[in-house]
Every structure is written in structure tokens, then in C-alpha cells.
């Protein structure tokens, strides 16, 4: 059934009133729903950001040829070279709400201290040698790692070593554009916290299975746990992957895909109040079926090959690779080897604004 | 101190190579942060949306106009007039999240059925004779009314009078429309049940303070109370100022400021997942001194006269005269003579995300 | 199936030296779990505290009696009379954490002012007359209304008629010694404020259905509103049955039976955080089959005559009559004429604790 | 001040009729307030249970004892000697809503499987080669670990080893008594896994700091990690005091008096509803400056000497000794050498039913 829009019910002889009409709804500032009704409320979720693949060698390519040409400095801030969301021109925006970046680093090089109202977080494809000073605590960047700068912690960043180091940095900017939410705050031009421990204090208060710092028994919002080492999220993984191969399906329900969340050890909730983040195993030849959520998220590949099948677009991946997710996009994945994603969405604004709980008709109608 | 932005680093014999790289990086789908930076993470949020004040006589005047010309029916759905920010040019947006109109319901027309995700309520300025049929509940609109219409409940309206009928409707609709999670169903063309009754079936279970029918044990997310009455909001907000006169200033701290918030009986938070709805009322010669809050709302005169003055800038109100505040402006407010006023934000939005909690130092520097 | 208990093991020719080991025990202070675990651990809950029933009547005729011959003043504090349940000897129990009384004021009699951890109620069966002062608040006390001192509030009554007036005490001082967390404050030997308003400031603030000061924002375990008033109940429970006439059987699922729970308007939950409190209405005819919980209650009968039946037993009661509840006591209801029941409980404290959800199985087992 | 009770007002003429009410009082199930007020509601808590401290080697001695005089088995299922506290004669209880034994496995021996709504945890001092089979689940017990057993988890052990293995229980069986939530089922009398992993299921699952499985992200009341490893709560001690060593004093206040607290991973709350479990670290010569709160607890030492002043009395305590301390008794912590302590408590149940915030002025009147 097409809808009879009041836009068609215009093309009659009072045409020209209408005409005058619309020019004073113009000059009062004002938009008549009636005309822009199929837009502003569709049926369901067309997102103008797209399915989208960003392969990591062009990612990493440029971001050498950035290193070369572009210094790391006040009011620049960070070497790091955002996602374009091609749905979204001249955005710097992976999805709607989601900021990713590959941020690069040169040898002995140094990104100076500041602070946001914005969340971000640092996912460590390969390489070592960066710290990263989250509020006076020195954090090791190393493979495979997640490491949090909540909203307004100060930070910067140096890189110990002669080779560059490069990762994949996630925020919340776009969200806090569209809301307005946003602090800036410059610190030092440089960083005179120079250690460089295995493990930042707060690994040492936090990163115990279960164990609450008695210090630390007020609830926070974001995560104490400035750090996710990769030994923890592998061994994670791969229990899952064990108990299914013992017959304990649980975990997996069966399926060859072994998957965590990262959470704050406060409240169990996300490690970031507007950012999830979650880390993806799936056996060789496992495939996760089609499934569409109410929420954008931002793939990266950490380790293997396969392919992702989003709006029945076929896109074959491989290690480093992004794909971005809009809202209510369907996706699938296959794994061609053993195929680990790192994944950041935003779900959490979604289920804490309750824009997730849909009846099923919709859902069985949208799903294909 | 004024940063020095990689761009002009860029204005350097190395021009040429950088050429290239930028070129690389829009082919990619890439666009580097640090020509951006200040953009994209202000110091304090930079709202493109605007402090703008319509008049009520403008918009009734033009829906009058509407009501001769534009029928109601399916597809348009609605006879609504929608503020559209300055800021914001081209959307029917009166802040970044906010969604602000003037709906009118010609004598015995009738707003067919259908529901949608987004959140909507609307506020009764003045008039009485419609009923809208809230999932199935028919209730009446009366003057100082609010009237919920949580998301994805079924709705439509009547007027049962010869007289047309106007008043405020507000939605979430940027928000839904920022974050992508809209859904929107078309339901019978006309409302069967035309019954008129004084109170809702919702009135009825749920209107009693703080009395929680057993039937009601598990909580919502949105409100079940689907009428707040004028005549309970008058009672509260007299009753605050009369314990002022009487010595007790805990309600008002003494500033002939009385207020109500519109809450979930079942949780005591917002009546609205995403919006907050509140009522004021000011004393005549009565002032509210300047705050800036990190949200962004819509104000109301119900009765009155008064003023806005709003980054400065001063806006003279009366009844019915609409005023939107952007994130972060600054605003104050003074009664001429009594002035209730009614308000409605975005801040559950930006409290759930945890956008609220700024250092005192922040504060400070951005408060005048 | 009988279980072979250690203690049958025990009656074996190693007797001798098993005597010893039982004393050896004594002396040092401990006491096997084999020869107790029946008793400690049951099979389902073996209350000692059994179902009772106590006549209205008898109680006023002897609280009569005692306020001829009993003054009310510090120390005593208070001319209350508890109900003791038969299963608890010796204890003013009326359940294993319910205190209940009939407190009696005589013409122009001043209970003193004091304050105590534990959380009190009184709810008012009939007459009117006394105020009670609540941390400076005077609440008036009329037939059917709830009134709250929460725990650690300031109270103190006066009686300002030439009648005397008696009503229920509730309170949680047996759960409140059971957990050692009692504290106790002498106040004024008499009371300043001797002011008779209509309604409470805490009403003026609070009961206004869905309605919250903005000077009330902070959620508080305890229901800041004083006083439930009859008129509301008595229309929440009204409206709950006219539904039912209409058709509308979603609050009574069409079984006569009406009920509210009091809760706390900044949360939702119980109006205090150790007792539940209710009020049901049976239209005459009506019955509630027979239902256990893991939670003791005391029933009083507000209006008409009706009938409990719990564990078999049946009796039969008028106004004013109580009946004790124990833990997961079979109990039923049915009402001869229109059947007004008060009720409160200490279910917030096993659902607090989560000692409410049993697998079916268990329920099963259990329930005849 | 001492209170002139209305017990004193009754030493008058007309005693005779006072002397028949009581009687009347006692005919009819009642008992007056007056009489009873001062222990009904003392100023502080007056806890009958008492401090008290058992000596380890004397609780080991009688369970070897136990060991070869009373079988494990079906009807008695456990050989577990408990604490009875001398102030509570007569029954099991360490404190009025804590149970604390020794439970004593004798080579090869089995204990039955069963399963109860109590909340069970068992704490080792010494030994391994018992494996504790927690709904399906095989968990090893080792020196140091913390294995829970919540409510209603089905649950047997069995020794593989030719060594006696003993441990502390802990349960909630006297507020369970107090509460009358008890549910009891036995399940099979004999162990059919026999398997005897190095991690438990729930480990690989859970045991991972911060990381969630995607198959667990419902919140559970209890904790779903089934055993807390010695090597994880030893590293977080021995991290909080490297921090101070160090100079970041935020874990310890700069007391050499490290802690934790055993957390549920999916709310970041106690371990289980209504116990509360930590692991305490004193350096030696540390000292604990002396606090009262309103819970009762149980300390056990796990390693090292030193002594307990509780109420003014001191207690010298070694390896494996247990002492009691009841709700609102002072106590202060020395230690000769390092000292290392396991606690549980009644905390959380104070917390969830806000028994636990009390104005300064009790603290400070009631603190020495």
C-alpha cells in the first residue's frame, strides 16, 4: 500500500494558496509534518551511513606516508586518520554516532596530553612500545590489547622505541556532536611520566577475576580497568572453543563462535557507558547466520580471513580490515581459518534509551 | 593561547606531497583528524542550533490557515507544524534531538492510527474536545494536560466538538532519526472506539500517589500513567509556593520557583525514557538565575508574561510562545506576572550516557 | 524416603567414644551439623510462628482498660499492645520479623518524641483526631489512612479531642533484633508543634499522582510521603473493580478482587524497605484461592466480614480483626460481603535477599 | 539519664488492676510495649551473640576425631562441626545470621549430593584433592581458593586423594532460620563425575578479569564464577602493597592494610545475596585502627599471627583461628608478621534493607 501523501492532496486548485502557505510556514521557521512524514519516520531504520571495507594495507600505507610528512603537535593533537563513512560526505564518521581511526605513532615520537568529554578507546592490531599515560598511570600498548581513556581522563601518548607503532582508535565523537556533549581541555605539551611498566596500577588493582579492590567499592560509570590484556581475551576465547569441544555447549551453543564483552568490573555493564566493545573467535569454516540489531558497529579483523555478508553484499576481509555496520544493516560472517574480530558498537545508547525492545511483527517483517 | 593546527604545518615546502596524501586519503574514504580536531572536539559544545522564539499567535494563525487547506489523513498522517531551528537549516528540528510542533484537529476530524518507535507526548495549551486512543485507552485533552504516547504504543485521535482544537506535540524524532532506530507502522485508517470518557483506563489504575495497583508490579521503561491532569499539576505547584509562604522553603529555597517533574510511577524516573517533561511556575516580579545545563530543551509559556534572556540575548514571552535552548547556552528567566511554564529536554538522554558529570573547572571557565 | 541420619549411626558399639567427642564439642564450643540438619535445614519452611487470629474487639476492650490504668510517657513511650504470636512464646512477635500492636492515645494525651532504626507504620481503622509530628512535619491520622516513620525520623502524637483513638502499629522490630542493627533516640518529652493541618507538607510535596519536585530529585529508600490517604485508596481500589464492570479485566483479572501496593513515588518500590504494605478489596462473593510465600504477613480487616482460610484452618473475621501469616502458610480468602483487607508483610526483604525464586519443582512439592 | 519506665508507674495502688490486664494481655496473646520497650529498642545494639575466638588446632583435633567415629552419609550429608556462639546457647550460629563450621573429608571418602535455598561457600586453609561437583560442575579446592556453592545449586564433593582434607564452610543458615526461607532436597546419594579438572566450567568461562562471555549476559543474583583461585586474590594483595611501596597510596590509604572483596563479574556486587566475602593482607607490625559497623562477622586466619582487640579484649590469633564479631562490637586488627585474613559477613543483607546509614551523631555517641 502506498501511502497518500498530503504532498499529492497539494496538486489540486488551491494550489496557489498552499503556495503562500508554505512560504509563511518558511519565513516563520517552521516544516509541516505532512510533507516530510515518510522521512523523518520510516518505516524502519534507513541510515544514510553504508556497509562499508576499509582495507588495513591502505590504511597502514597512508599512515606511513602521514608520518613522513605531518608532525604529531599542539592543537593537531594525534597522527590518527578517521573513517569516512561514504554515506556520510565529508564526515569524519564511521557510523552515526562511532569515530574510528588509525592512529600512528613514529619512533621516540610523542602525542601530547589532553582531555575530552568524548570516550575513546585503543585497539592494538600488532606491534609494542607505545604508553599511553591515562591519568598519571602509565599503560603498555602492546598486540592484541584494549586499552581505555574514559571521558575526561588526561592523556598522551609515547612511543619508547624506533619503530612506529600504529592501532586502531575508537570514540564516541559523532554522538557527542549530535548531542552537543562536548569538553576539550589541553594538558602539557609533553609527557614527563616516562616509565614504562608491564602493568599499569590500575591492571594491578583491577585485573584479578572477580576481586574488588576494597578502595574500590564505589560504582563507577566507565571502567576502572584502564587495560584488557590479549593473554586474558585468547584464553577467554579459547576456553569457550575447549568446553564445546568437551561436549559443554553452553558457551557457544554449538556453533564454532566464542565471543566476550568487555565490562566494567564495578557493574558488569559495558567498559564504556556509550561504546561496546567485544572480542569475536570463530572456529575455521564457521559462519555466524544473518542478524540485524538497532545499532551501528565498526568491525576489525584481528587475526584470519573470511568475509563478511552485509545487506547481501559479499566482503572478503583479512587481518586488519574494517567494515562498518549501519543500524539494522543484516549481516553474516564466515570464517575461512580460525578468524578473530575485534568489534565496538553502540549498542549501550540504544538499550539504555530503550530503542532496542521491538515487537516481534517488526522484527519478522524487516528480517528478510 | 591560540594551537598551532597541523594545517599550518602544511603550509610548508612539503605542500606538494601533502596534496597527494589528502587526495589519497579522500579515494580511500579517509579523512585525518588533525585538520579537524577543532571541529570535531571543541572546547565547549558549539551547538548549530540556536536560542529562537516563535509566537504562538504565528504558528495557531498559520495552523488555522493549515486546518482550511491540508486535510488529515494516512501518509501525512498528522496536521502538524514542525519549529525548525535557524541552526539547523532545512530540518523540522528545534534542537538536535527535539522534535516541537503545533498539531490542530479540525471539528470532527480525526488523526488515524498508527505507532512508531520514537517517543511522543503532547501539552495542552488550551481547548478540550479531543480524545486521543492510546492502545486501546481513549483520553481526553484538556487544557494543562500532559499525554503521553510512549513509543511503539498505537495511536490516533478525534475531535468530538465543533470546534477545532490545537496544542503542543513533542518527540524524540532527531534523536531517533541521529541514532537510526525507527520504526513506524500504519494501523486502521479511523478509530472505531469514539467513547468520550472523563478519565482513562490508565488514569484509573495508575492516577492515585503513590499507590501501585498489583496488576502494575513490573516496572516499564515509559510511564504507564498516560494522562498527567492540569488540575493535579496546579495543585502541586500551588502547594510548593504556599509552604514557601508558610516558612518551609525546602520546595522553592525561598525564590518563588516552584517545579514539577513528570515521572514513571513504576521507577520514579522520567516519564519518557528519552524525554523530560517538567512544569514551572514563577512568581510575578519572581527570577531563575542563569545556568547552562549539557542538554538541550523547549519551553512553553502556559500563563502569563515574562522573559527568556538566553545567551544575552533577551526574548519576550506570552502565552503560548515557544523558546528553544541549545546545549550549554546560558539562561535565565523572570515572571512578569505569574508565569507557569512548561518545558520539555533531552537531559535523560545525556544523564543515561553519562555526558552530565563535568569537573567544577570546566564549569567555571564556560560559565559567564 | 527416610533419610538414615548420622544420629542412628551414632547408637553403634564406638558410643562411648562418640559421647566423649559430643562433649569435647561442648566444652570447646561446637556442635555437629549430622545430628542438627533436619532441624536446620528443612525441606520447606517449619515456621514456629503459627497462623492466628485476634478479635478487634478483645483488643480494644483491653487497650480501654489500659489507658485507665497506664499513663503514656517516657520510657514506655508508648500505650501500645503487641500481638504475640502463639508459636514464639514469650516474644511480642506477631510473625519472625513483624511487630504489630494496637496503640491507644487517650483524650488530649501526648505520645513523647523519639527516633529509632527500625521502620514503623500506623494504619488507622477508625476515629481521627491525633496528629502525628514526623521530623516536624504534623501528619493528621484519619480512618483508612497509612501513615510512614521511617526508620530514624523524629516522631512524637498528640491527641486533640476529647476521644480516644487507637490504631495499628507496624514495625520490623524483630527483624530488626534478629539483625542486631537496632538504634534508639530520645526526642522532647512533649511535642512544640501542636499545629492540626489538613494535609502534611510532605503531601503538599508528594501526593500528586506521577508528580515530583524538582526539590526531590534525590531517590531515597524510604517513601517520603507521610501519609497515604483513604480517599485515594479507597478510589484506586474502586477504580480497579469499575474496570473489571466495564469489561477491562487487565487490573483484577476478573476475579473481584481489587488490590494497590504503597510504594515509595521516588522508585516505585515498597513505601519502606523492610515491609510491604497493601490494600485489597473483595467484592462480596469473591475468593482468593489458596497461595503460599516465602514472606509472613498480618492481615487486617479495614470493612465487612469474611473468612481466611490458612492451612486448613478457617476463620472467620470481622473489622478490625488480624490474622498472622507465616512463611509458606497455605493461605485463601473469601469474603461474605465487600471485604476491605489491609496487609503488610516482609516480602521486600526476601525478594532484597532473593530468597524468592524457587524452581517449580519445589513449588510443586510443596503446594497441596 | 535513666528512663522512669511505665513498669515503675505500675509499683502504684491500683497494681491489682494492672496485675488482672497483664493477665488479660496473656489470655489474649498480647504483650504490652511498655514493659518491653527498653530491650525491644535498646539505644545501640545488644547483640546476645558474643565475641569469641576458637582455636584451629583445637577444631582439627575433634574433626580427626569425627572422622573416625561418624560416617559421612545420606540423612546427616556432611561431617562439618560448627561454631556455636557461647552467647547464643544452644545453637549452631557464629552470629545470629552466620553459620561457620569445619567440614572434614576423610580419604576417598563422599559426600552426598543435595542441595538447599541457603547460600554456601567454603573457604580452604590447608590441603587439596577434594573436588566439590557444583550443579554438573567439577571445582577443585585448593589452599587459598574461595568456592561458592549459591542457593539451590545441586552439590556433592568427593576426596581423591589418601589424605583427610578439611575446610571452612560458611552459610546464611541462621538468617534463613530467621527468615523461614529454607528449602532442602537431596539428590543422588553417590558422585557420578568423577572427573577431576584443574579449572572448573565456570572458571574457563568467567575467570577472565573484565571479560564477559556473550552466553552470559543476563545479570544473575549470584555469582557465576564458582571458584575465586588463591593465585589471583594473592597477586591482588600483593599489588595493592607493591602500589604503596611504590608511593601510589590509593589502595591502601599508606596502612600497609591490603583488601578485596569477593565480587559477582555480572554486577560487580557481592559474591553471594547475603554474604559477604574478603581476603585481608596486613603487613607485618600493621595495625587496624578500631571501627564498629552495624553487621556481624566471621574472621578466619589464613596465614600468619597476630591479634584481635574486639570490645576491649584482646585475642591472639594464629594459623586457622576463627573469631567472631557481633554487630556494633569495636574491633581492631594487629599483625606480628605478614597477616593474611579471610572474612565473611552480613553486610550486604544490612545494605539492601538500609539498616546501614545511620546519622554521625550515633556513630559518634555510641563510638568509644
Redesign the interface.
Request: glycine residues 6%; charged residues 15%.
Given at each position: 500500500?502506498r501511502?497518500?501523501?498530503?504532498?499529492?492532496?497539494?496538486a489540486e486548485p488551491?494550489d496557489l494558496?498552499?503556495t503562500e502557505?508554505y512560504k509563511?510556514?518558511d519565513a516563520?521557521?517552521?516544516?509541516?509534518?505532512?510533507?516530510?512524514?515518510?522521512d523523518?519516520?520510516?518505516?524502519?531504520?534507513?541510515?544514510a551511513?553504508v556497509p562499508?571495507h576499509?582495507r588495513w594495507a591502505?590504511?597502514y600505507a597512508?599512515a606511513v606516508?602521514?608520518g613522513?610528512?605531518?608532525?604529531v603537535?599542539?592543537?593537531?593533537?594525534?597522527?590518527?586518520?578517521?573513517?569516512?563513512?561514504?554515506g556520510l560526505p565529508g564526515?569524519?564518521h564511521a557510523t552515526?554516532?562511532l569515530?574510528a581511526?588509525i592512529q600512528y605513532l613514529g619512533p621516540h615520537e610523542v602525542a601530547p596530553v589532553h582531555r575530552?568529554?568524548?570516550n575513546a578507546f585503543r585497539f592494538v592490531l600488532e606491534g609494542e612500545g607505545v604508553w599511553t599515560i591515562v591519568d598519571g598511570d602509565a599503560v603498555a600498548m602492546r598486540r592484541g590489547d584494549l586499552l581505555l581513556t574514559p571521558?575526561?581522563a588526561w592523556h598522551g601518548h609515547h612511543n619508547t622505541t624506533d619503530r612506529p607503532m600504529a592501532w586502531l582508535d575508537g570514540l564516541d565523537?559523532p554522538?557527542?556532536?549530535?548531542?552537543?556533549?562536548?569538553?576539550?581541555?589541553?594538558g602539557p605539551d609533553t609527557l614527563k611520566d616516562r616509565s614504562t611498566p608491564e602493568r599499569s596500577?590500575a591492571e594491578?588493582?583491577?585485573?584479578?577475576?572477580?576481586?574488588?579492590?576494597?578502595?574500590?567499592?564505589a560504582?563507577t560509570?566507565?571502567?576502572p580497568?584502564a587495560a584488557?590484556r590479549w593473554e586474558?581475551?585468547d584464553?577467554?576465547l579459547a576456553?569457550?572453543l575447549?568446553?564445546e569441544d568437551e561436549g559443554?555447549e553452553?558457551?557457544?551453543?554449538g556453533t564454532g563462535h566464542a565471543?566476550?564483552?568487555?565490562?566494567?568490573?564495578?557493574?558488569?555493564a559495558d567498559?564504556l557507558?556509550?561504546i561496546r566493545t567485544?572480542m569475536h573467535r570463530l572456529r575455521a569454516g564457521a559462519t555466524v547466520p544473518a542478524t540485524r540489531e538497532?545499532a551501528?558497529s565498526v568491525w576489525q579483523v584481528f587475526e584470519g580471513d573470511g568475509a563478511f555478508v552485509v545487506n547481501g553484499e559479499r566482503l572478503d576481509v583479512t587481518h586488519g580490515d574494517l567494515v562498518t555496520v549501519?543500524?539494522?544493516a543484516e549481516v553474516s560472517l564466515e570464517a575461512t581459518g580460525q578468524l578473530d574480530l575485534f568489534r565496538f558498537s553502540?549498542a549501550p545508547?540504544?538499550e539504555?534509551?530503550?530503542?532496542t525492545t521491538?515487537?516481534a511483527?517488526?522484527a519478522e517483517r524487516?528480517t528478510r
Open positions: 500500500m501511502p497518500v501523501s498530503a504532498r499529492d492532496a497539494a488551491q494558496q498552499l502557505l509563511e510556514f516563520l521557521g517552521l516544516i509541516p509534518l505532512w510533507t516530510e512524514r515518510e523523518l519516520m520510516p518505516q524502519s531504520p534507513q541510515p551511513a562499508h576499509w591502505d590504511l597512508t606516508k602521514a613522513e610528512l605531518v608532525p603537535g599542539r592543537g593537531g593533537e594525534r597522527r590518527a586518520i578517521s573513517l569516512a563513512n561514504p564526515l569524519p552515526p554516532t569515530w581511526a575530552h568529554a568524548q571521558g575526561w565523537i554522538l557527542s556532536s549530535a548531542l552537543n556533549t562536548e569538553f576539550f581541555e589541553f596500577q594491578r588493582l583491577w585485573a584479578h577475576p572477580g576481586l574488588r579492590p576494597l578502595s574500590g567499592l560504582d560509570p566507565k571502567s580497568l584488557y586474558h581475551t584464553a577467554a576456553g569457550q575447549e568446553l559443554h553452553g558457551a557457544t551453543a565471543a566476550i564483552r568487555f565490562s566494567n568490573p564495578t557493574t558488569g567498559a557507558p556509550t567485544e538497532v551501528s549501519p543500524s539494522w553502540d545508547v540504544m539504555k534509551l530503550h530503542f521491538l515487537p511483527s517488526v524487516t
